[in-house]
């Protein structure tokens, strides 16, 4: 009686045991336009993204260069409130700075 007891509570921790998969992950893309000043892209990359200055500008440079750079990749609901927080202050700085997201 005993090993059945054991054996029993073994198959219900194996039968429990599930494979979690990784959330699907989102690259939020700074876009570039004519009138947003690269100092305030810079300022966004840093207090949004939490990038340091030599970083930020690198990005920045890809944007001002390329027409888009990756700010980071996060989970969507992150993704989409770091989009938001950017219109936000863009919006409110009066400057044309727009981003997007897309499937990393």
Do not use: W
Request: aromatic content about 4%; glycine content about 4%; charged content about 30%.
């Amino acid at each position: 009686m005993g090993n059945t007891r054991h054996e029993d509570e073994g198959l219900a921790i194996a039968d429990s045991r599930q494979k979690t998969e990784e959330p699907p992950m989102y690259k939020v893309l700074l876009l570039n336009d004519d009138y947003t000043t690269m100092d305030f892209v810079i300022m966004v990359l840093e207090v949004v993204f939490h990038k340091d200055d030599q970083e930020a500008t690198q990005i920045m440079l890809k944007v001002h260069q390329a027409g888009h750079g990756v700010a980071g990749v996060f989970t969507r609901d992150m993704a989409e409130t770091k989009v938001a927080i950017v219109h936000d202050l863009a919006h409110k700085n009066e400057h044309p700075l727009k981003c997007s997201i897309e499937k990393a």
